[in-house]
């Protein structure tokens, strides 16, 4: 930019000068050299035009050139040089058009220069200015002390030029054309067309006022597009970044609010779709006026804001604060910003460990209907990551299929011993299993018929290689049947029961270090012969398997966060009723450190044959 009417007068008939030059040296360079000297002439007269006192600015000029003429160098005036640049230019066959675009994006202080600078200069012959501004704009800026810059413009444009607002059908085109220009290196990008017209027509096009919005929304949202494009919702993105480019106000409220956006930890029943109007609605008339929720107070910041409702509607429809976690699957698996996960990844760029998890099963639905391929996959995975990978399949049980259910609920249900060992916070928890039983009962509710299903739970419990797994399926099936729709008939589901039990006891289990259910299996054994079906003498592996899936840890409330609260304990009346006396426990104990040495749950089996009592508490 410039600074002052000195630097600018000089810029302008040094770059009008070297422009003539340029064109036609021998031509016009006479004219150049003289406008190099008016330019250096005017400088200083420059200072002398008021603004926007436009009555007596011929008289100021008059007056600074005559006190300016003897400076000139070659002792020429300068209306002599100022008559040799007009005659000069009236020979020249075509006028010299100076374009001067968008002023109104200067300062009001520079406005005023460049009009003072053209006033200055507009009497030359065959100099035509083109102005380019915002009207209301340099209006704004000329105007002073009460005078209007409007009637101060009028006096030096002779002619205006409105030029027409761009129609909605062209800067609809225009719009999509961008987009698709953007978008067109994201190759496995998906659009939601339905959402797509709601979400453009009320959320992005209200934005765009004209060409120029166009452009700068697309190159804006280039990079994010980039980064993101084939990670989330493209109707999600490409709706959030119009509202960050052209209401950032609003924009820098939403992360703060994204819990609220996302309906994180809100999940009920009865969830149903409302409009636009029914969210205005809800909000007005909901929650006490003096402690309004967060989205109400984000709808009270901007009222009338028809941007933010219109986001709400089709964007965060978890805003609403009634959707089930039916809902949550589907916004999930459509990597919607309605789901928390993928509103994090969009504002703070970074996959969360969740996300990371849910891509892992994005890739492993697929491979659901081929045992190899599944379980190769999935046993490569970080063992951290394996339980949540599975837990996400369940987000995809409308992709299931038959053949998916047979290799599928044996793999899983043979992993549940690999997935990352967690301590059981309660006799009731079983870590890791209850991830699979969400995939492996919406895998069996994909076949229609109990018949057909009675087989396919057949087929899986052969190729199940626990016994803690097969009565996992098995207990999954009998509480499955206990609401009105059952999976398997209750003839089935009681043979199957009774089937386990008498071979457990008949056979015990091949793999006993992989028993991650051991106490439980023979429980079942003790309760239906009432005896005990444990000894000492039983395999030291198997027996540590017994006390380590006996094992649970329970957590208290404490003030010091630092202060770790949790404690191990044994489900001893158990243990002992497995065994049939605290003495044989004792015996069974020695025995194991005999063949597998000291471990941390056989001390805490010795605490409890030395009377401790664990605090109830």
């Keep these: 930019m410039f600074s002052g009417s000195d630097q600018l007068v000089d810029f302008f008939f040094t770059q009008i000068g070297a422009e003539l030059k340029v064109k036609n040296e021998s031509r016009l360079g006479k004219i150049a050299d003289w406008l190099g000297q008016y330019a250096g002439i005017l400088k200083p007269a420059a200072?002398?035009?008021?603004l926007p006192g436009a009555s007596a600015v011929g008289e100021v000029i008059a007056a600074g050139i005559n006190g300016l003429?003897?400076?000139?160098?070659?002792?020429?005036?300068?209306?002599?040089?100022?008559?040799?640049?007009?005659?000069?230019?009236?020979?020249?066959?075509?006028?010299?058009?100076?374009?001067?675009?968008?002023?109104?994006?200067?300062?009001?202080?520079?406005?005023?220069?460049?009009?003072?600078?053209?006033?200055?200069?507009?009497?030359?012959?065959?100099?035509?200015?083109?102005?380019?501004?915002?009207?209301?704009?340099?209006?704004?800026?000329?105007?002073?002390?009460?005078?209007?810059?409007?009637?101060?413009?009028?006096?030096?444009?002779?002619?205006?030029?409105?030029?027409?607002?761009?129609?909605e059908k062209l800067l609809r085109s225009r719009t999509i054309a961008e987009l698709e220009r953007v978008l067109s290196p994201i190759t496995n990008?998906?659009?939601?067309?339905?959402?797509?017209?709601?979400?453009?027509?009320?959320?992005?096009?209200?934005?765009?006022?004209?060409?120029?919005?166009?452009?700068?929304?697309?190159?804006?949202?280039?990079?994010?597009?980039?980064?993101?494009?084939?990670?989330?919702?493209?109707?999600?993105?490409?709706?959030?970044?119009?509202?960050?480019?052209?209401?950032?106000?609003?924009?820098?409220?939403?992360?703060?609010?994204?819990n609220e956006l996302a309906g994180a930890g809100v999940i009920v029943g009865g969830a149903g779709k409302r409009t636009r109007k029914g969210i205005e609605e809800m909000f007005k008339d909901s929650g006490d006026e003096g402690n309004p929720s967060a989205i109400e107070s984000l709808l009270n910041e901007f009222p009338g804001n028809e941007t933010v409702v219109a986001l709400l509607a089709y964007v965060f429809p978890a805003s609403q604060h009634d959707h089930m976690s039916e809902q949550l699957n589907t916004w999930r698996t459509e990597r919607r910003m309605a789901h928390i996960d993928f509103l994090n990844l969009y504002f703070d760029r970074v996959m969360p460990d969740s996300l990371v998890a849910f891509r892992y099963s994005e890739c492993a639905v697929n491979l659901l209907n081929d045992r190899r391929l599944i379980e190769s996959y999935l046993t490569k995975l970080p063992p951290e990551t394996l339980e949540d990978a599975i837990d996400g399949l369940a987000s995809y049980e409308t992709k299931f299929t038959d053949d998916m259910?047979?290799?599928?609920?044996?793999?899983?249900?043979?992993?549940?011993?690999?997935?990352?060992?967690?301590k059981r916070r309660s006799l009731f928890d079983i870590a890791g299993g209850f991830a699979v039983r969400h995939v492996v009962i919406a895998l069996l509710h994909r076949v229609d018929k109990e018949e057909e299903r009675e087989k396919f739970v057949s087929q899986i419990l052969e190729g199940l290689e626990t016994y803690s797994s097969k009565l996992y399926l098995i207990e999954t099936i009998r509480y499955s049947n206990l609401g009105e729709k059952g999976l398997v008939s209750e003839t089935f589901a009681e043979q199957i029961y009774a089937d386990f039990v008498q071979t457990l006891q008949n056979t015990p289990p091949n793999k006993p270090s992989r028993e991650w259910n051991a106490g439980p299996i023979y429980y079942e054994v003790a309760i239906n012969t009432g005896e005990a079906p444990l000894s000492p003498s039983n395999d030291p592996v198997l027996l540590q398997s017994v006390l380590y899936s006996l094992r649970f840890t329970t957590s208290s409330q404490s003030l010091d966060p630092l202060q770790d609260q949790s404690k191990d304990r044994l489900d001893w009346d158990k243990l002992v009723k497995l065994f049939g006396s605290e003495d044989k426990v004792r015996t069974a104990l020695l025995n194991i450190r005999e063949k597998l040495g000291d471990d941390e749950v056989f001390r805490l089996a010795d605490r409890y044959l030395q009377g401790w009592e664990p605090d109830p508490s």
Excluded: C
């Design 47 to 50: 200072k002398l035009i008021p």
């Design 69 to 167: 003429a003897g400076t000139t160098s070659a002792d020429r005036s300068v209306q002599e040089i100022k008559d040799d640049i007009t005659k000069a230019l009236s020979k020249l066959e075509e006028p010299i058009v100076v374009v001067i675009d968008d002023i109104d994006r200067l300062t009001k202080i520079e406005i005023r220069e460049i009009f003072k600078l053209v006033r200055l200069t507009a009497s030359f012959p065959n100099i035509i200015y083109l102005l380019a501004f915002d009207r209301e704009r340099v209006e704004q800026a000329l105007s002073e002390d009460g005078i209007s810059g409007r009637a101060y413009l009028e006096k030096i444009v002779l002619l205006s030029f409105d030029i027409p607002q761009a129609s």
């Design 189 to 258: 990008a998906t659009l939601d067309e339905h959402r797509w017209a709601s979400a453009y027509l009320e959320v992005i096009e209200p934005l765009l006022s004209n060409i120029r919005d166009v452009t700068r929304y697309a190159i804006s949202a280039k990079q994010t597009i980039k980064d993101l494009g084939d990670k989330v919702d493209l109707v999600d993105l490409l709706a959030m970044e119009a509202l960050r480019v052209f209401r950032p106000e609003i924009f820098r409220r939403l992360p703060t609010l994204r």
């Design 405 to 422: 259910v047979i290799p599928g609920s044996i793999t899983l249900l043979n992993l549940i011993d690999t997935i990352s060992k967690k």
